[in-house]
């Protein structure tokens, strides 16, 4: 068999294992990476809007938009699935509030039971003095996770409002189910009539599987590897990134600058996750020559160093993602600042990088992250328990739970902390520079020609 089609095997077993777990705490993060970006803390407060009100205010404006966002796709994205022509968003002030927003999610082929709830999470550095707490169900279509301090607190429509708070607590909105079964063979009734084809890649059968070709960009892989497995190239994240983003800069533009700023932290989700290796890079830190060897011995029925990749893979995304997590979380109840923080918030980083464009989300980002990724997963293997990122037969993401990461790595030899705190802060670093490019470039396109 040639070593494309053995490649092409082992990628798409690890690709079947993909569940598009990203970084934790968007919200968290985006308070830190702007609250000293003037345009962001001196904005003047907004008034809480539905989406039902914006969409009834700005009908014909949304369908030239919509229009050209699928142009977009079709002229810049490799492996576009173009929308279907029944889909497109027309104007039509008689027809009822909930028909239109059906019609506007469908156009850009969400979920359509997407909730777009009026809602914010509060900082955990300055905690809201009274409290109007709102159900997990109320914000997302997905289980609540009972392991996260996540709160969400309820709006109204006239509600005042901060830039910031709208922000921030958009930027995790995307995981509350906008991506979920949106391909032909999801257990779903939106995914037979939206036209991306079948599922490419990420965990069959599960939903957050399915949500993993929208957050996850393989973007700067060989030119062998996309041979070997073509379905790494159909993934979405430009897509969502740019829908979002155009969405933003009109709202700007029309008055409604709630949803404005909510559908810009819309878009930085999808930047964000770009930001982690793991979303960019396939198999950190592993040769081709590694995944062949894994893959011929597979297929001589000999399939142990090729479920080892794969669980090692799984494992060591989990692991980097609860580090993250449980850091972001200590110190926000500690109101204590360390190098995540300071990272995020270290503005004079942005003018190292580009100035936004069309390009910059695969240029810079994917780029980026993804040249990262080997460094990063030798970091993580020198300074983490080995149980955790080498051994084989642990299965990390079964007992994460009942892992308390930090309260372990506290007994190690404070040099590995430090080492994996340096690393960690550089990919923060990263996400606040290239999030307040992004938003820079938003402002710009929201202004008069």
Known sequence: MRAPRLAALL???????????????????????????P???????????SLESFLRSEENTLEALLASQEAWGRANLEKYAARPAALAFLADPA????????????????????????????DPWNPPSVSNALSHSAVSTQPDPGASPTKFMALKAGDLVSALTVLASATDEPDYGFDIDLWEDSPSEWGKRYGFGAQPFGANGTAYGSQAPFHMGFMHESRMLYLSAPAIKRSYPLLRSHQFYTLSALAFRTGHAYWGWRFAGLSLHYLQELTLPYQSKLAPGEHFAKVLTAQALAMTGFSGVKDELMHLQSNRQLVLQKFQTELLQQNAQSRQEGPLESALRHIDKDRSYPEWS???LRDVVSAQACHAAAALSQTMIATLPAQYVSDTTFDFGAKEASINLLGELSKRDAADRAKLEIAV???????????????????KASSPP
């Open 425 to 443: 802060a550089e990919l923060m670093g990263n996400l606040g520079a290239h999030s307040r490019n992004a938003l820079r470039g938003i402002l």
């Open 39 to 49: 345009e962001v803390v001196g904005a003047s407060p907004v008034v809480a809007e």
């Open 95 to 122: 027809r009822s509030d909930e028909a239109r927003r059906l019609a506007f999610i469908s156009a850009l082929r969400l979920a359509p039971n997407s909730k777009f709830a009026l809602y914010y999470q509060p």
């Open 11 to 37: 990628f798409t077993a690890i690709l079947a294992a993909t569940q598009a777990c990203a970084w934790g705490e968007h919200t968290l993060t985006t308070y830190r990476a702007f609250e000293k970006m």
């Open 358 to 360: 069309d390009r910059y």
